[in-house]
């Protein structure tokens, strides 16, 4: 059988790889042979392949976690960090639990770290992809809500001669409709009207909407009564009488 020499062979990257995959080898050989597993066996059989030595020392703890303060009589003990150091190798760094900090479970499992991250960076995408849909989606129905609501207002504009535009006029002016697109309705609507048609609209360019609907109140008022005979003539027929 051929072998690889010591000196060709692959060395782990992470200097606690070689030490962890060990562990995990050795913990779950002992469970295929119902062996007992002891406190932590994922933490104590790393710091055994990761130091060398089968006595955990404060000094090797502080080797692995740095946040590990012996002296400090306020912090966790070192069972509590071994524990969380058996969580997070046993589940392959999926958990970082406490005492331990986020750069330890970083440093002892830089993949599943990298891995962590693009799946939060994933989900943050599709939030907020999600998020401008969702926004996509209420604009338009804003905009389809909005040219609705502007098709209504052309819609009852149609039935009202300049003698009764007053009527439509205090009706919409209180509706959520820009009074740049009511006044462009009421110029196109004009035009229909033969005795409007030597308005010029040019003449209200920069006149405030409720001033082009008085002035056309008043000249409806100076028109004779034929004049407002013949604008009924413009208007769409509602009904149509059958024979």
Known sequence: MNTIPRHLSLVPACPYALAISQAVAEVEKRLQGRTARGAHPYASAFMRHYCGTRTIKADQLRRVMPEYSPGDRTAPP???????????????????????????????????????????????????????????????????????????????????????????????????????????LVMVWLRRFVSCRHIDPWEWRDEPLWRVMLDIRILSGERSAFSRVTDRFALPVLLTCQP
């Open 78 to 184: 070192a069972r509590d960090y071994l524990a969380a150091l058996d969580t997070l190798i046993a589940t392959r760094g999926e958990r970082c639990p406490t005492p331990l900090s986020q750069d330890t479970g970083t440093r002892l499992f830089p993949l599943t770290a990298s891995r962590l991250t693009e799946r939060q960076e994933k989900r943050i995408t599709l939030r907020h992809g999600r998020e401008n849909n969702r926004e996509a989606r209420e604009r338009e129905q804003k905009r389809r809500r909005y040219r609705n609501r502007l098709a209504q207002a052309a819609l009852e504009l149609a039935f009202h001669t300049p003698h009764t535009a007053g009527r439509w006029y205090a009706r919409w002016q209180a509706q959520d409709v820009y009074e740049s697109d009511m006044q462009s």
